[in-house]
């Protein structure tokens, strides 16, 4: 069973470049959120997609993009990666409508340089 | 002042020893309590999950909410070195659709020595 699957695991951008990252839950669950992790901030939600065909912002949009391509995955995109943007992401997902019990994927490790 | 606060650590205890991890919050509406944890490299996993005030246990862990206090705690008992992790502690409303924003704390670091 694999949960939340985040891709790539890994990656180095310079400043202005373009990237997605991708998600994808196999739980049938109905939200899906992206969160940043960074030292001393805690986890900050970025945009959450309450069900398929919706997007909202969160607590840090700036700077990203979403795409809830269908009930199964969630991207985010970064237009023009900032040095502010490096980050560890994770995506997330939830069964119902209230999301306390969050089941996150294993993260992406973003460094803009 | 943020609205959920957590002690860094890290903590270091040694093996079989009683862990109290504490968190407190200043914004009365929330009534879910939640604790994650989450090894090095990895995603948080969902550990506890309490409604309101009281106490929850399941096997080694003990959650513990007071409302009255803004304050909650996760005891682990017979601690191991496989317990050695970050744990955060989050919270919410409870609103229905993602309005329910979800708050966590910083994380604990703990490391279980033998």
């Known amino acids: 069973n694999a949960g939340v699957t985040q891709t790539p695991k890994f990656q180095v951008l310079k400043t202005g470049q373009s990237m997605t990252l991708q998600c994808a839950q196999d739980m049938n669950h109905n939200s899906m959120y992206w969160y940043r992790q960074d030292p001393g901030m805690g986890l900050r939600l970025i945009y959450y997609?309450?069900?398929?065909?919706?997007?909202d912002k969160g607590e840090v949009p700036n700077g990203y993009n979403v795409s809830r391509l269908n009930k199964r995955e969630f991207s985010l995109r970064l237009e023009s990666a900032a040095p502010s943007q490096t980050s560890v992401y994770f995506c997330?997902?939830?069964?119902?409508?209230?999301?306390?019990?969050?089941?996150f994927g294993s993260g992406t490790q973003l460094s803009v340089l | 002042q943020k609205e959920v606060e957590q002690d860094p650590g890290p903590l270091s205890v040694p093996e079989g020893a009683i862990v109290s991890l504490n968190c407190t919050y200043s914004?009365?509406?929330?009534?879910?309590f939640m604790w994650y944890r989450q090894y090095s490299r990895k995603g948080p996993e969902l550990l506890m999950y309490t409604y309101s005030s009281g106490n929850k246990e399941d096997g080694r862990f003990t959650a513990q909410v007071d409302k009255s206090s803004k304050y909650i705690s996760l005891f682990i008992r017979d601690s191991q070195p496989s317990d050695s992790a970050t744990y955060l502690c989050a919270m919410s409303g409870g609103l229905t659709g993602g309005g329910n924003k979800l708050t966590f704390g910083t994380g604990t670091q703990l490391k279980v020595e033998l």
């Open positions: 997609s309450a069900s398929e065909g919706t997007t």
């Open positions: 997330a997902s939830s069964e119902g409508a209230t999301n306390e019990k969050l089941f």
């Open positions: 914004n009365s509406a929330f009534q879910y």
